[in-house]
Every structure is written in structure tokens, then in C-alpha cells.
């Protein structure tokens, strides 16, 4: 088998450098997960043991190959409308609220949302899709929806936008066949232009300030259960910060933050809102 056996020592050592890049702590029971996804990046780069691949991706490979390390290390799960009452919430509460105080002149026209662990996109084209209806209320706004996410395979993907059936159980009918193309060979639904030309992509690692301009709601879902309580030290901090005044924070049920928060007004248990003053 490619690379032998993994150590327990080279088993620290790949668990401290994901530790110290993404703010992810592996379970000391993962080792066969991790020792399998390293032995994808052994064949691709025929690097032949793990000794050898570590030297390389923390000497001259870091560059191009500590992205691809990353691809491998991260769980990308996810699917439209997870947590489907934060979807609810936009169209039922966020979006008419915003855009009456647009209208009342209370605010800029400009509305900005950042799904900040957002994987293969699915949760980014979910806050699109119940944009989408409503837009008429926002014409002549600036909208940016942006989707991050330090894996930049997740991020291909999230651009691509093409999705098999499980990704897309609980998009309505109506939505696919307004906002999709579905493809009977392949059996997979692909986002049309009108929803992805809503939206943009890029990398960044959540343990640095995203360097943007204030975020009227931030999505922060799925991603901090294996950070320990540093490193959601640091995330929640930056993420406080992104907030525009009066700014939301969705906050998914595993992040494991509830009581970092303390600078924002509690709105519902997964609801966290910035003082508008
Ligand atoms: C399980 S997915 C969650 C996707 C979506 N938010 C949801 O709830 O369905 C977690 C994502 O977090 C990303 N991630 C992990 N560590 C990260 C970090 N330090 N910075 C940015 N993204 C990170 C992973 O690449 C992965 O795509």
C-alpha cells in the first residue's frame, strides 16, 4: 500500500499543521480517515511515504500543494435549505425588513449576505433562490452574495453549480423548474445564470478577517464543531466584526459559539443581531 503504515508521530504532526492553517482539530480517532485521504495526495503527486509528503507540503510544495492537502482534509457536506427555518426567516422577516427601511430611506440601497464556510454553494444558492422572488422590491440596489470557503475544489464546484438529486431534495419543484436545468443523462440539476450570476466565490481561511465590506447577515453553519474553543475564539471575533451595524448572524446548531457571541442582541436561538447604533 502507498506510503506504509502512518505513524503515530506523523499522525500528530499532519493533525498539528491542519491545526495551525485551518483552525481544525482531528479527532485522535480519525487516524485512518486522515491516513486514507493522504495516500490520495501521495498517488497524485508520487510523493512514495508520508515523511517525504510532509517535508514537501511544509518546504517548497506549501504553495500549490497545501490547497490540495486542504481539499482532501475538509468535509464539504452539505445541501440546499439546511436548517430550512434560516431560509424562512430571509424571506419571511430579513428581506421585507430590509427593504422597507430602503424605502423609508432608513438605509443605503445596498444589501450584502456572506455564507462564510460555504463548500459546494448549495447554502449560498439557497439564500439566492429565496432572494429571487423578491427582487422586485429591490431594484436599483447594490446585492452582493458571497460564498467563501477555504477549499478551493468545494469552491470549483459551488461556481459549476451542478448538483445531483440528494443535493436538491428539498428544493420545491417549482424552483427546479424555474431556477435549474436538469440533465436526464447525468441525472444532475445545474443552476441556470439568473441564480448564479446572483452570486460570487472566493477563498478564505475563516481564522482571518475577510477584508469586505460590512455584511447586513452572515451564515456561519456546519463548520466550527472541530475547532476548538481558540480558534472559535478567533472566527467569532472576525465574524463580529464583518457585521454591518443592525447586521444578523445565523448561526448554525453545531458551531459551538452560543457563548462567544456576547456583543450581539439574541434574536432566536440560532439568531444573532449587531446593535443598529
Ligand atoms: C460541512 S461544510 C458546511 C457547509 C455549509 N455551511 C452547511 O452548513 O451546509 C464545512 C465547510 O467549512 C470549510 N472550512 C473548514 N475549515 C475552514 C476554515 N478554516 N476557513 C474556511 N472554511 C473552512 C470546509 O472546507 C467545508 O467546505
Keep these: 500500500m502507498q506510503g506504509g503504515d502512518l505513524t503515530e508521530e506523523m499522525f500528530g504532526k499532519f493533525r498539528a499543521l491542519i491545526y495551525k492553517v485551518a483552525g481544525i482539530k482531528i ?11 493522504l495516500r490520495r495526495r501521495l498517488r ?5 511515504g508520508f515523511p517525504e509528503y510532509y517535508a514537501f507540503l511544509t518546504s517548497t510544495g506549501t504553495a500549490v500543494e497545501m490547497p490540495l492537502f486542504l481539499n482532501e482534509m475538509t468535509t464539504n457536506e452539505t445541501y440546499f435549505y439546511r436548517d430550512i427555518h ?6 419571511e422577516t430579513f428581506f421585507p425588513q430590509i427593504a422597507e427601511e430602503g424605502r423609508l430611506r432608513k438605509r443605503p440601497k445596498t444589501l450584502r449576505i456572506w455564507s462564510a464556510a460555504a463548500s459546494t454553494g448549495e447554502e449560498l444558492y439557497s439564500i439566492a433562490l429565496r432572494f429571487l422572488p423578491l ?12 460564498g467563501t470557503d477555504l477549499s478551493v475544489a468545494a469552491l470549483d ?7 445531483d438529486e440528494r443535493a436538491v431534495r428539498l428544493v420545491s419543484q417549482a424552483e ?24 460570487t466565490w472566493k477563498s478564505h ?3 482571518r478577517p475577510v477584508g469586505e465590506e460590512p455584511f447586513d447577515c452572515v451564515f456561519i453553519k456546519n463548520v466550527l464543531i472541530y475547532f476548538d474553543a481558540q480558534s472559535k475564539q478567533a472566527v467569532t471575533r472576525h465574524l463580529i466584526g464583518s457585521l454591518a451595524k443592525g447586521g444578523y448572524l445565523v448561526v448554525g446548531p453545531t458551531e459551538g459559539i452560543y457563548n462567544m457571541l456576547e456583543p450581539l442582541e439574541k434574536r432566536r436561538s440560532w439568531l444573532y443581531q449587531r446593535a443598529a447604533v
Excluded: C
Design 86 to 91: 434560516h431560509f424562512d426567516w430571509l424571506n
Design 44 to 48: 497524485a503527486t508520487g510523493i512514495v
Design 205 to 207: 481561511n475563516l481564522l
Design 27 to 37: 479527532p485522535e480517532t480519525k487516524k485512518v480517515m486522515v491516513s486514507n485521504r
Design 157 to 163: 464546484a459551488a461556481r459549476a453549480g451542478s448538483y
Design 135 to 146: 427582487r422586485p422590491l429591490f431594484s436599483g440596489w447594490q446585492v452582493t452574495l458571497l
Design 176 to 199: 427546479r423548474a424555474r431556477y435549474f436545468e436538469f440533465d436526464s443523462k447525468t441525472q444532475r440539476w445545474t443552476v441556470k445564470d439568473e441564480l448564479r450570476s446572483l452570486t
